[in-house]
T-cell receptor, first 112, second 112 residues
Framework: GDSVTQMEGPVTLSEEAFLTINCTYTATGYPSLFWYVQYPGEGLQLLLKATKADDKGSNKGFEATYRKETTSFHLEKGSVQVSDSAVYFCALSSGSNYQLIWGAGTKLIIKP | KAGVTQTPRYLIKTRGQQVTLSCSPISGHRSVSWYQQTPGQGLQFLFEYFSETQRNKGNFPGRFSGRQFSNSRSEMNVSTLELGDSALYLC???????????FGPGTRLTVL
């Protein structure tokens, strides 16, 4: 069945460092791909999405490109801030029921 | 535009009791999904309702049930609570079946 694999955390970086969080997927057909972020004590917020191959989703300085050939949707940001500390979830939506399939989440810690 | 609201935000119950959680979707959204989030299991899909009908169901025991009203508001019920039901319960709404899900802040349930 469909699945999403994220790099394990926590990922610890210094402020202004470059961020990459890896996400790969297995799916039949052509899924839509999402990154959600969860700040401490809160629900999930949609960060960005891409609905077809080679699409680039972007928001708040974060970017991810839908790579069909490598079945990947890696999250990147050029310069992270302490306020980016959160848990990041990669997810896909496909199939006849469009149910979201989730990765395990990657905790990001940014140190000043 | 108001976001997804969930009530109550926090609940403490004892084993054997039952609980009802409420979710009000974004205006105009007809689909509501429920998720359980725990540190050990991550995000797990409970069920999805669309136009008052349960469309999808996750792999949870029958103690977990839900419903959706004509105004798209949804409730989920957990009967005969167990310690393992302690979790953050998240509700998400979407306009249509293929649209992006938007999440509420969650209800933190603690079972003692």
């Amino acid at each position: 069945g469909d699945s999403v694999t994220q790099m394990e955390g926590p990922v610890t970086l210094s402020e202004e460092a470059f961020l990459t969080i890896n996400c790969t997927y297995t799916a039949t057909g052509y899924p839509s791909l999402f990154w959600y972020v969860q700040y401490p004590g809160e629900g999930l917020q949609l960060l960005l999405k891409a609905t077809k191959a080679d699409d680039k989703g972007s928001n708040k300085g974060f970017e991810a490109t839908y790579r069909k050939e490598t079945t990947s949707f890696h999250l990147e940001k050029g310069s992270v801030q302490v306020s980016d500390s959160a848990v990041y979830f990669c997810a896909l939506s496909s199939g006849s029921n469009y149910q979201l399939i989730w990765g395990a989440g990657t905790k990001l810690i940014i140190k000043p | 535009k108001a976001g997804v609201t969930q009530t109550p935000r926090y609940l403490i119950k004892t084993r054997g009791q039952q609980v009802t959680l409420s979710c009000s979707p974004i205006s105009g959204h007809r689909s509501v999904s429920w998720y359980q989030q725990t540190p050990g299991q991550g995000l797990q899909f409970l069920f999805e309702y669309f136009s008052e009908t349960q469309r999808n169901k996750g792999n949870f025991p029958g103690r977990f049930s839900g419903r959706q009203f004509s105004n798209s508001r949804s409730e989920m019920n957990v009967s005969t609570l167990e310690l393992g039901d302690s979790a953050l319960y998240l509700c998400a709404s979407q306009r249509g079946l293929t649209d992006t899900q938007y999440f509420g802040p969650g209800t933190r349930l603690t079972v003692l």
